[in-house]
């Protein structure tokens, strides 16, 4: 693209290459990037910046709650004490510090590990990627829960996977239903390579698999000899109810009352962990405990994806596990538990928000826990919402699906990220774009962003190659706003 003065940085590296442009590569790019998206959150990240925009959209936890100062001192810290090994590589599985540290947190989720199967990667979603990387040919299956996590559908597409979604309901994935899908799938010869759950306040779903459910998935599992990947951000975030033990705790003890079990090792559980929601996603730090079979497979693939996750995040995180409250307690405890009450806070301004503006036209989960609430709005087709909406953002329910099809009626909304004005407001504006007597869109704006169906045949093709969802552009006056930030930098 030309340089255009009028066009700040960021303008140019979010605009999509046309048709034209595409086709020039096409016979270079692998086969797999045909089926390879964009992640819906992905694209909505750059809104987030927008001062007239309102976020409901990502997965975000509500990072100016961590002191500023306490930031500053743990990273003096580093650098008085440990700046020749934060600034060097460190072992792909992860520091030993660091492995401690999640050990800990485990330990909180009532789980007990063994360090020597845990790695430490860069994110939770580096673990999809690895897994899906160690596990995954072009069409081997993978069981999912519907609607799954959004971040991990352009995953499971760019490894051309077969992913059987399974609808739940509010006890979580319907576990007869999917011993009926095993069976069919045995009777077209396919054997599923793993079950993904999120069993904990599913991200979108915003529920809780029970606990009568959880036993019979690793009972299952442990019968048919199926991996379980199980992600669980938010365990720790939970704001009612009781805890309930992970599916890794549940194999393990079951494979300690078998032969050889030692009540700590999982054999057919890949749990995936993550400081981003319980400390800050800009750390970028993962982690997964895993089988040693399997454990070895995402080493490897670690080792050609980035060598090792940051070494100076992970001592970071090392100092600030050895952090002591005023009380006495380990100062990430505390910080989890006022995050706790503030995000219960916020989950209930917006179930309340959502009660006074929607009524009887939508419907939505009451999450124990988590970030999200996943709504449904009778005869409104969300992504089409999202096209006409200017000022809030969130993420629509097709996101969600494998098939881009279902969930057309539903969104997920965030609830931590955002003060409680910004939460009624933005609730507010959703429903104002909705007729109040036809419950359908409004027809008042002839300026919404097109549709799939309305697309033409270039944009069609490029939608192949990029499937996202489309979001309004950003106007003159903000590439105006956006060339100044450059020019004061």
Not at 14 to 40: D, I, Q, V
Not at 51 to 56: A, G, K, M, N, W
Not at 171 to 199: C, N, Q, S, V, W
Request: a negative charge.
């Amino acid at each position: 693209m030309p340089d255009d003065p009028k066009i700040g940085r960021d303008d140019r590296r979010r605009t999509r290459p046309a048709a034209h442009e595409l086709a020039r590569y096409e016979a270079l790019f692998a086969a797999r990037t045909r089926g390879m998206k964009s992640s819906a959150m992905r694209e909505m990240m750059a809104l987030t910046e927008r001062p007239d925009v309102i976020s409901l959209a990502g997965g975000l936890p509500d990072t100016s709650t961590f002191a500023p100062e306490l930031y500053a001192k743990l990273m003096s810290q580093v650098a008085a004490e440990s700046a020749a090994r934060a600034l060097q590589y460190g072992p792909t599985e992860g520091m030993a510090v660091t492995i401690d540290c999640i050990v800990e947190v485990m330990a909180a989720e009532g789980t007990t590990v063994d360090p020597a199967n845990v790695i430490v990667t860069t994110g939770g979603q580096q673990v999809i990627d690895l897994v899906c990387k160690a596990l995954i040919d072009p069409g081997d299956v993978i069981v999912a829960e519907a609607p799954t996590y959004p971040g991990a559908v352009p995953t499971f597409d760019a490894y051309q996977a077969d992913v059987v979604q399974i609808e739940m309901d509010g006890d979580g994935m319907p576990i007869d239903e999917l011993e009926r899908t095993l069976d069919r799938l045995a009777g077209e010869g396919r054997r599923p390579k793993f079950i993904y759950t999120i069993p904990n306040f599913q991200n979108p779903g915003g529920v809780t698999m029970s606990l009568p459910r959880r036993r019979r998935l690793v009972e299952v599992a442990r019968e048919r000899e199926l991996l379980v990947l199980e992600d669980n951000p938010y365990g720790l975030l939970r704001y009612e109810g009781q805890a309930l033990p992970t599916l890794y705790s549940l194999d393990a003890s079951l494979g300690a009352g078998g032969a050889g079990g030692d009540g700590v090792s999982s054999d057919l559980v890949i749990y995936l962990g993550t400081f981003s929601k319980i400390l800050s996603p800009g750390l970028r730090l993962g982690w997964s405990v895993a089988p040693r079979a399997v454990l070895e497979k995402l080493n490897l693939g670690k080792q050609g994806a980035d060598l090792c996750s940051s070494p100076m995040t992970q001592l970071f995180v090392a100092a600030y596990f050895a952090e002591r409250a005023d009380d006495g307690r380990a100062a990430w405890v505390e910080y989890v538990e006022r995050l706790r009450g503030l995000y219960r806070s916020r989950r209930d301004v917006m179930l309340e928000s959502l009660a006074e503006h929607f009524g009887e036209r939508a419907s939505w989960t009451r999450p124990e826990g988590g970030l999200f609430i996943w709504a449904t709005l009778d005869g409104v087709d969300t992504t089409d919402l999202m096209g006409r909406s200017k000022g809030v953002a969130f993420v629509p329910g097709r996101a969600a699906y494998m098939d881009g099809q279902r969930g057309s009626s539903s969104m997920r909304l965030n609830f931590a990220g955002v003060p409680d004005e910004d939460i009624r407001e933005g609730i507010r504006r959703i429903a104002a774009l909705i007729d109040p007597d036809t419950g359908l869109l409004g027809g008042a704006d002839t300026s919404r962003t097109r549709t799939a169906a309305e697309l033409t045949d270039a944009d069609n093709e490029r939608a192949n190659l990029a499937d996202i969802v489309a979001l309004p552009r950003r106007g003159d006056s903000d590439r105006a706003n956006s060339a100044r930030r450059q020019q004061n930098r």
